[in-house]
């Protein structure tokens, strides 16, 4: 019997489009619930600071932080190379935290997530689409200047 050669097993990837660029997030006028997620090395000591900057930024902005969340990369299996890689490229986060970050949003009604590190465009569809609701990088936002 003729075994199938480990590509003819494959699902075809031609075709398959790429996540269509969500544009930059305009926040609602004022009261937008947010919560604001921060991914940072163990090595980064000033995290708590970067936290409260955003936020100011936010609620300068008329946004509400309903709550923070950091998820902190220490020394883990990979050692001190890793410890500046995200846990997931797809979404930046452990699945174990990326859960809490939705299950909080949906407690608290949130309008948007909020993360205070550069998003990639897969990783904003991924995270809009597991989240429920926009999720950008505070850089990725257009403010209303009034």
């Known amino acids: 019997m003729h075994q199938p050669r480990r590509r003819d097993r494959r699902p075809s990837r031609?075709?398959?489009?790429?996540?269509?660029?969500?544009?930059?997030?305009?926040?609602?006028?004022?009261g937008a619930d947010v919560?604001?997620?921060?991914?940072?090395?163990a090595r980064q000591k000033d995290f708590e600071t970067v936290m409260v900057e955003a936020a100011a930024q936010l609620a300068a902005h008329g946004a509400?932080?309903?709550?923070r969340i950091v998820q902190r990369r220490g020394v883990s299996v990979g050692g001190v190379?890793?410890?500046?890689?995200?846990y997931s490229s797809r979404t930046l986060l452990?699945?174990?935290k990326a859960r809490e970050v939705a299950q909080v949003a949906?407690?608290?009604?949130a309008e948007a997530v909020v993360f205070t590190n550069p998003l990639t465009p897969h990783q904003r569809c991924a995270l809009t689409t597991m989240?429920?609701?926009p999720a950008v990088s505070i850089t990725d936002m257009l403010f209303d200047l009034d």
């Open 14 to 30: 031609r075709g398959a489009s790429a996540p269509v660029p969500l544009p930059p997030y305009r926040l609602p006028t004022t």
């Open 81 to 86: 190379r890793t410890m500046g890689l995200p």
């Open 94 to 96: 452990s699945h174990g």
């Open 106 to 109: 949906d407690q608290a009604d």
């Open 131 to 133: 989240f429920g609701r």
């Open 64 to 67: 509400r932080v309903v709550a």
């Open 35 to 41: 919560v604001l997620v921060g991914f940072f090395s």
